[in-house]
Each structure stands twice: as C-alpha cells, then as structure tokens.
C-alpha cells in the first residue's frame, strides 16, 4: 500500500505541475515546498524506469533473427538490447545488455530449442567482446565468456544445447567451443578466410563453418576431450567445393530428418549449394535472381529450404532433390504510401516497375509454421506458411533504415484544431524520411490516421524526394558500408498551432509540410551546409517565426505570417550553431543561441520601422564546446549540455550563470542533449558513452541512469567520439498515471551516417502499470 501510495503522490504531483508550466511564480514556490518531498520519492522513481517499446532494429545479416517454437516468439538485436517479440499480440519484453558502464552492441542472437527455459544467445562488438547467454523466463544472465578479441562473427547452440560454437570476426579468425554452463572454451582454432555462418548437425557430431571461398566441417574429439582438462584442437576439415571454390558462402544449415546427413550453404551469387556426408558438393541449383543483386541468407526444416533473395523474394526448394516448389508474397515496395494500406489486397497488388528491399535474414518456426524475415530497409514481416498456396501476414513492421536525428513530439491541444491524434510524435533520419508514429493505439481509431495494414506503431512516411536507395542499408555494421553523407533530414520542428513541421535537412533546405495532408508547402534553400536546429516562438510571445541554424554559422529568421520569408540574418557566431530558444513575453521576446565556438548570445527582440529585428544585449564565452539546450519550465533560465559534461545554467534576461553541475555520471565522454521535463522537476541528458541520465535539476542529484543504445562511428577530430544517444524528449502522458522519455540514437556533427538504424526506444517513467 505504501508504494501504490508513493506512485500515485509522484503522478499527480508531476500533472499538477504540468498544467501549471505556465505560471512561473506558482511552479517555482511548489517546487520548493515539495523539494524535500521529491527527494524521498526519487528512490521509487529509479525503480519505475523500465523499457517500455523499441522501435528499431539492428539485424545486419541471417545470425541476427532466431525463433522460439516452444512459445511462438522472435528474437533480434537493437541496439545493445534483445528485443523478445509476440508477433500475434504485437507485444514486446527486453533483455538489456548492462554488465559495462559502455555496452557493446548485440549484434546476434541464437535460441536454444531443447531445453525448456528458452535461452537467448546475445554476442557483444566492440572492446572486449563477450559471448553471453541469458534466460529468459528471468531475465538474467546465465554465463559468460570472452574467447575474441575484436568481436563474434557468428554463433551456433548445439542440438543439445550443450554446446556453443562462436566464431571470430575477421581479425580474429578463431573459432571456439565452450561448455556454457560452465563458461569455458574446450576446443578452438584458427581459420584462414571470413566466416559468415556456422550450424551444427543434427546429431551434434559436427559443425560447418561457411564464408569466403570456405566451407569446412569441424569435429571434436571426445576422447581427447576427457584425457585433458584444458582447451584442445578442433579438428577440421574443409569441403570439397570444385567448381564453386571461389564463391562467397553467405548462409548455412544443416539438414534436418531424413535429409540430416546433408549441409545446404547459399552463395551470393544465388546458387543453392548442397554437400553430402562425405564433404563433397554433390549438387546445386541456380536461384533465378536479379542479374544485378544476389542471394543473402537461408532457413532449412524438414520439409523447405527457404533462400532470401534480393527484391524481397523468397524462394521455396525441396531438401531432397532442390527442386523449386514456390515463391512467398514480396514485401511492400520501396516508397510505398502506408495510408492506402487499410485493405489486406494492398500489400500483394503486384507493380513491375516497383523496387523492393532485399532480404536480410530468415527464421522458420516448425510449430507455428511462421516465417520471420527482415529486410534491408529494416522492415520486419512474419509470414504465415502453413499453406505455401495461400500465405498470410502475421505481423509487419517498418522502421528508419538509417540514422535518427531527431524527434518532436505533437503539441497537446484541443481535438477540433488538432491534425494529428493524440500521442503522435514524428521522427526524420538519414534515409530521407519522416515518419508518423502513435504511442497510444486506442487512440487512432476514428481519427484522420487510420490504422494501416504494414505497422502497428506507424501512421504515415513522408518521403523527402524521388531517390529511393536512401531506404536501403548497404553492407554490414562495422563494413564501412553506409549511405550518402550528405542525404537525409536532420532535424524537425512543428508550429506551436500544430499545424506546420518544418524540416531541415543536410543540404541546408528548410522544407515546410502542412500536418493535415503532411504535403509540403515550400521549400527554402537557407544554408550551404546541414542544418542543425529549428525553432518556432512560442505562442506567449505574439510572434509568429522560425529561426534555422547551420554548420555555415548562420541563423535565419523567417515570418510564418509573410509565407516564411526572410526577416532576419544574423551572423554573431564563429562556428557551428547547435541550439536556438525562444522566451519571454510580448513584448520583451528573447532569442538564446549557442555553438561550437563556445559562445551564447542572447538577443532582445526590437521591433523598428524596417521590421523585427533581434540585438545583442549579452554574450557569454566558455571554455568548452556547447552542444544543446534547453528551458526550464518557467523560461527564465536556460540549461545547457557542454562538452566538459556539466549542465551549466544561464539566467536568459541577464546572461548570467545560475549553477553548474555534472551531466554525466561519467568521467569519459560528451554532453550531447539535454531535455527538461514538463513539470520542471526533471531533467535527461545523453552522454557519448551510450548512457542516458536524468537528474533532479534542483539539487543536480542523479536519479536513473539508463541504457539501451550502442554504435560506433566517424566524429570530428576534435571528438573522436562513439555514435551515441542525442536526442531526448519528454512527452505528457495521456493519462495521470505516467509520462514517457523518448530515446532516438542519433549521433552529433555525424559526417558519415552509421549503416544500421539504432532503434527509437520509449522508457516509461513513473507508472508500473506501464512495464511490457
């Protein structure tokens, strides 16, 4: 009762104060009279931190996706995060990755079928990569051990699920087999080419390892294995490839039942190799695909081999003789407009001159008799094969194929003059687009936002021009493979009346888009180079404008009224400007700024004969890099994250600091976001060490330090810092009960964008009622 009573105190003080943002004076003394109050409940709050969704996925090849066939579920990585997936109930559970203050990515994952707590098989990237199992049923971590120096390429349980067989990125060409449950490796070796998958047999004899120009099969010998208490050879043997001795071996699997003394591989080429008990390549057929793309992974049973194709085609073959039984339905088309999507036919009416993403990964379930597959364009569908005739979509899903940049969350207004549902928020990333998401699926019914037939979570997908490519992941994570460097939206901004988004992108546009149609109005070339931040003016300062900066130093200041044209120009700063706010009051309206050349200017609005105009009235230099800010809840006091990794606190009308503290519960890294709560009681940062931190902003005391993102990628030299989490938003809830933290990764002053999408995820912040 004591903790169901701390709850509902801490819920309603925060939507008390949420109604009341506006009133300064009021906010300010209720936060001191509940301040000692607050502290008391901070230790409950810690304890209501809890992923609630990911929206995302980081499956880079065919060991990136498993099933359970005992329960139904899917597994796959996002991020440094396994996502358990119920595709027929749309629900999610986690299993987070947080043994190291800098989680490394889960980049595979392997479902042990035999035994009957389901254990997942996560792989870690990065420094010391760890091969680690957990169960489930606890969620908790089982064992542990680290056999790679650079990181695992692929992982196998045996049968029996006595064993684990790992296998070494490129650099570290071993390949390794440990007794889990005990954590120790038995038996290792090296190999002298790429390994891309591996698979036991079906009577745990052998495994096979596949890759470039390699196909080898592995024994282990028991004998020697029980003389010794120590880690022995591993005996192998390399398949005998003639005429395909110079193929790429992308997929792997042992046969299954009657067939289980044979290996079937897949090139990417598209030829489905299959070798017999003696090693040899005793046959293999031509998959029939696109002259100009290949084959990418494949799923074997009893009864199919499915091989993933490029064009999202799925072919069917016999184990037996590989002979072509059939082709599965092709997913959406590349570009498809998900708001015509409310009939089921949609999805399967067939456009020759459509293009298709290609498929990434399977995973077959013999007892639900669901195919799961994922797709270059981080889609993910579940196909119902029960009847090859009469196949049928189980669960889809469509996700950013490249990097988030930003989030904005749709204002709270009254229905009648709003043009979204309630709850939207709406995402823009490096594949050029930008995406309409829901967080409340009651809610959408009977609105203009119908439920379409591909995603659960997303209403509608702008597409900011014609080149679709941008939608598809080229290589694999850590490759160098990626998109252009110069394509893509970076950041959104939506009118306070909630009827206009304004998007920059990295060419320096400022696109315009009306929220009813989500058409665009106008587009405006601003700036030479990327823009980094847009800013409308609140609705309490009589204003109506949009303020865009960019890398070239510039910020514009447009009139809404007068079709967004050009009211100002101002060129204070020296470098890269990376945040821009609005306060005040009619008439003594402020404009904040600050960059990369370590200066915040504040300027006053003064309204003269030629029109507005914003002067100087402070400037502030520090001494380190400032890469965003935010207002608190009463708009006199402005927070800013630094890259020293202190909040540092600024009074808007004087310039003058308030307070310092630190940002980061980390000594390493950068302050790249900072985000205040509604309610003025709570404030997010994001650090480059892949850790989100909230912090009560009176006191500076840290309160709940999360994780869940992971990456890597290029930053400026003066940096060199890990792709990380910088773009935090807080969200009011629908209800009393909660409110909700959004967590895109995207990364600051990227040049090069990362090639797999770090996923959205939301965390639920106050109610227990939330948890998955």
Same mark, same amino acid.
């Given at each position: 009762?004591?903790?169901?009573?701390?709850?509902?105190?801490?819920?309603?003080?925060?939507?008390?104060?949420?109604?009341?943002?506006?009133?300064?004076?009021?906010?300010?003394?209720?936060?001191?009279?509940?301040?000692?109050?607050?502290?008391?409940?901070?230790?409950?709050?810690?304890?209501?931190?809890?992923?609630?969704?990911?929206?995302?996925?980081?499956?880079?090849?065919?060991?990136?996706?498993?099933?359970?066939?005992?329960?139904?579920?899917?597994?796959?990585?996002?991020?440094?995060?396994?996502?358990?997936?119920?595709?027929?109930?749309?629900?999610?559970?986690?299993?987070?990755?947080?043994?190291?203050?800098?989680?490394?990515?889960?980049?595979?994952?392997?479902?042990?079928?035999?035994?009957?707590?389901?254990?997942?098989?996560?792989?870690?990237?990065?420094?010391?990569?760890?091969?680690?199992?957990?169960?489930?049923?606890?969620?908790?971590?089982?064992?542990?051990?680290?056999?790679?120096?650079?990181? !695992?390429?692929? &992982?196998? +349980? =045996?049968?029996?699920? /006595? #064993?684990? %067989?790992?296998? $070494?990125?490129? *650099?570290?060409?071993?390949?390794?087999?440990?007794?889990?449950?005990?954590?120790?490796?038995?038996?290792?070796?090296?190999?002298?080419?790429? !390994?891309?998958? &591996?698979? +036991? =047999?079906?009577?745990? /004899? #052998?495994? %096979?390892?596949? $890759?470039?120009? *390699?196909?080898?099969?592995?024994?282990?010998?028991?004998?020697?294995?029980?003389?010794?208490?120590?880690?022995?050879?591993?005996?192998?043997?390399?398949?005998?490839?003639?005429?395909?001795?110079?193929?790429?071996?992308?997929?792997?699997?042992?046969?299954?039942?009657?067939?289980?003394?044979?290996?079937?591989?897949?090139?990417?080429?598209?030829?489905?190799?299959?070798?017999?008990?003696?090693?040899?390549?005793?046959?293999?057929?031509?998959?029939?695909?696109?002259?100009?793309?290949?084959?990418?992974?494949?799923?074997?049973?009893?009864?199919f081999i499915f091989c993933g194709c490029a064009d999202g085609t799925v072919r069917l073959f016999s184990p037996q003789n590989l002979h072509y039984i059939t082709s599965l339905h092709r997913p959406h088309c590349l570009g498809v407009d998900i708001t015509q999507g409310l009939q089921p036919g949609h999805l399967f009416v067939a456009d020759p001159k459509?293009?298709?993403?290609?498929?990434?990964?399977?995973?077959?379930?013999?007892?639900?008799?669901?195919?799961?597959?994922?797709?270059?364009?981080?889609?993910?569908?579940?196909?119902?094969?029960?009847?090859?005739?009469?196949?049928?979509?189980?669960?889809?899903?469509?996700?950013?194929?490249?990097?988030?940049?930003?989030?904005?969350?749709?204002?709270?207004?009254?229905?009648?003059?709003?043009?979204?549902?309630?709850?939207?928020?709406?995402?823009?990333?490096?594949?050029?687009?930008?995406?309409?998401?829901?967080?409340?699926?009651?809610?959408?019914?009977?609105?203009?936002?119908?439920?379409?037939?591909?995603?659960?979570?997303?209403?509608?997908?702008?597409?900011?021009?014609?080149?679709?490519?941008?939608?598809?992941?080229?290589?694999?994570?850590?490759?160098?493979?990626?998109?252009?460097?110069?394509?893509?939206?970076?950041?959104?901004?939506?009118?306070?009346?909630?009827?206009?988004?304004?998007?920059?992108?990295?060419?320096?546009?400022?696109?315009?888009?009306?929220?009813?149609?989500?058409?665009?109005?106008?587009?405006?070339?601003?700036?030479?180079?990327?823009?980094?931040?847009?800013?409308?003016?609140?609705?309490?300062?009589?204003?109506?404008?949009?303020?865009?900066?960019?890398?070239?130093?510039?910020?514009?200041?447009?009139?809404?009224?007068?079709?967004?044209?050009?009211?100002?120009?101002?060129?204070?700063?020296?470098?890269?400007?990376?945040?821009?706010?609005?306060?005040?009051?009619?008439?003594?309206?402020?404009?904040?700024?600050?960059?990369?050349?370590k200066s915040i200017y504040f300027r006053t609005a003064e309204q003269s004969s030629e029109g507005l105009n914003f002067a100087r009235s402070h400037h502030v230099v520090e001494k380190t890099t400032l890469y965003d800010m935010d207002l608190d809840a009463t708009h006199t006091h402005t927070a800013i994250a630094c890259q020293d990794r202190n909040i540092?606190?600024?009074?808007?009308?004087?310039?003058?600091?308030?307070?310092?503290?630190?940002?980061?519960?980390?000594?390493?890294?950068?302050?790249?976001?900072?985000?205040?709560?509604?309610?003025?009681?709570?404030?997010?940062?994001?650090?480059?060490?892949?850790?989100?931190?909230?912090?009560?902003?009176?006191?500076?005391?840290?309160?709940?330090?999360?994780?869940?993102?992971?990456?890597?990628?290029?930053?400026?030299?003066?940096?060199?810092?890990?792709?990380?989490?910088?773009?935090?938003?807080?969200?009011?809830?629908?209800?009393?009960?909660?409110?909700?933290?959004?967590?895109?990764?995207?990364?600051?002053?990227?040049?090069?964008?990362?090639?797999?999408?770090?996923?959205?995820?939301?965390?639920?912040?106050?109610?227990?009622?939330?948890?998955?």
């Amino acid at each position: 009762m004591a903790e169901g009573a701390g709850i509902n105190s801490f819920t309603s003080r925060v939507t008390k104060r949420v109604s009341n943002v506006n009133a300064a004076p009021a906010a300010a003394n209720m936060r001191r009279k509940s301040r000692q109050q607050s502290q008391s409940e901070c230790c409950l709050f810690v304890c209501q931190v809890v992923l609630e969704r990911v929206l995302g996925i980081t499956t880079s090849n065919g060991s990136g996706l498993a099933c359970d066939p005992n329960t139904g579920l899917v597994a796959y990585p996002a991020g440094c995060v396994a996502v358990i997936l119920h595709p027929k109930k749309n629900k999610q559970t986690h299993i987070l990755n947080t043994s190291s203050l800098t989680p490394g990515a889960l980049v595979l994952l392997f479902v042990s079928a035999q035994i009957i707590d389901w254990m997942v098989l996560s792989l870690q990237s990065g420094h010391m990569p760890c091969v680690r199992v957990w169960d489930v049923a606890e969620q908790a971590q089982v064992a542990e051990v680290q056999c790679h120096k650079y990181g !695992v390429a692929c &992982v196998a +349980f =045996s049968t029996n699920s /006595s #064993y684990i %067989v790992s296998v $070494g990125y490129q *650099h570290d060409m071993t390949v390794s087999v440990w007794e889990w449950r005990k954590g120790t490796v038995i038996a290792s070796n090296k190999v002298s080419s790429r !390994v891309l998958s &591996v698979s +036991f =047999s079906e009577d745990n /004899s #052998y495994f %096979v390892t596949a $890759g470039n120009r *390699h196909v080898k099969f592995w024994y282990l010998d028991a004998s020697k294995e029980r003389r010794v208490n120590s880690t022995v050879p591993l005996i192998g043997r390399s398949g005998l490839l003639g005429e395909q001795r110079n193929s790429m071996f992308c997929g792997l699997s042992c046969g299954r039942g009657n067939m289980a003394s044979s290996t079937y591989c897949i090139t990417s080429s598209g030829l489905l190799c299959q070798f017999n008990s003696r090693r040899m390549l005793d046959a293999w057929v031509d998959l029939k695909v696109s002259m100009t793309t290949s084959a990418r992974c494949l799923s074997v049973n009893e009864v199919f081999i499915f091989c993933g194709c490029a064009d999202g085609t799925v072919r069917l073959f016999s184990p037996q003789n590989l002979h072509y039984i059939t082709s599965l339905h092709r997913p959406h088309c590349l570009g498809v407009d998900i708001t015509q999507g409310l009939q089921p036919g949609h999805l399967f009416v067939a456009d020759p001159k459509a293009e298709y993403p290609d498929t990434l990964a399977l995973t077959f379930d013999p007892v639900t008799r669901h195919l799961t597959c994922v797709y270059n364009d981080h889609s993910v569908y579940v196909w119902d094969v029960r009847d090859i005739k009469n196949v049928g979509k189980v669960y889809s899903a469509l996700y950013h194929s490249g990097c988030v940049w930003s989030l904005e969350t749709y204002p709270d207004m009254d229905l009648s003059r709003s043009c979204l549902p309630p709850g939207s928020f709406l995402t823009c990333s490096s594949d050029s687009t930008i995406r309409l998401w829901h967080s409340d699926p009651g809610l959408v019914q009977g609105t203009s936002c119908p439920r379409n037939l591909y995603s659960h979570d997303l209403l509608r997908i702008v597409y900011v021009g014609e080149d679709t490519q941008h939608l598809q992941t080229d290589g694999e994570r850590g490759e160098g493979g990626g998109m252009d460097a110069k394509s893509g939206i970076r950041v959104l901004g939506i009118s306070p009346d909630g009827q206009h988004l304004a998007a920059g992108d990295r060419n320096g546009n400022v696109h315009i888009f009306g929220l009813q149609f989500m058409d665009q109005l106008q587009k405006i070339e601003a700036h030479d180079s990327e823009v980094l931040c847009l800013e409308f003016s609140p609705a309490e300062t009589g204003l109506h404008l949009l303020a865009s900066a960019s890398r070239d130093r510039l910020i514009h200041i447009f009139n809404m009224e007068k079709s967004y044209s050009l009211e100002q120009t101002v060129y204070d700063h020296s470098a890269s400007i990376t945040a821009i706010k609005f306060t005040g009051v009619s008439p003594e309206v402020l404009m904040v700024s600050c960059g990369a050349d370590k200066s915040i200017y504040f300027r006053t609005a003064e309204q003269s004969s030629e029109g507005l105009n914003f002067a100087r009235s402070h400037h502030v230099v520090e001494k380190t890099t400032l890469y965003d800010m935010d207002l608190d809840a009463t708009h006199t006091h402005t927070a800013i994250a630094c890259q020293d990794r202190n909040i540092r606190v600024y009074n808007v009308k004087s310039g003058k600091m308030k307070k310092c503290f630190k940002g980061s519960t980390s000594d390493e890294g950068t302050l790249l976001k900072v985000q205040m709560d509604p309610a003025g009681i709570y404030l997010a940062t994001s650090c480059s060490d892949k850790s989100i931190c909230i912090f009560d902003y009176e006191s500076g005391e840290c309160v709940a330090t999360l994780f869940g993102h992971s990456g890597s990628s290029t930053l400026p030299p003066v940096s060199l810092l890990p792709l990380t989490v910088a773009c935090l938003l807080f969200l009011p809830s629908l209800s009393s009960s909660s409110s909700h933290l959004f967590l895109p990764p995207i990364s600051f002053f990227l040049p090069l964008p990362p090639v797999s999408l770090l996923p959205l995820t939301v965390a639920c912040l106050s109610s227990s009622s939330c948890s998955p």
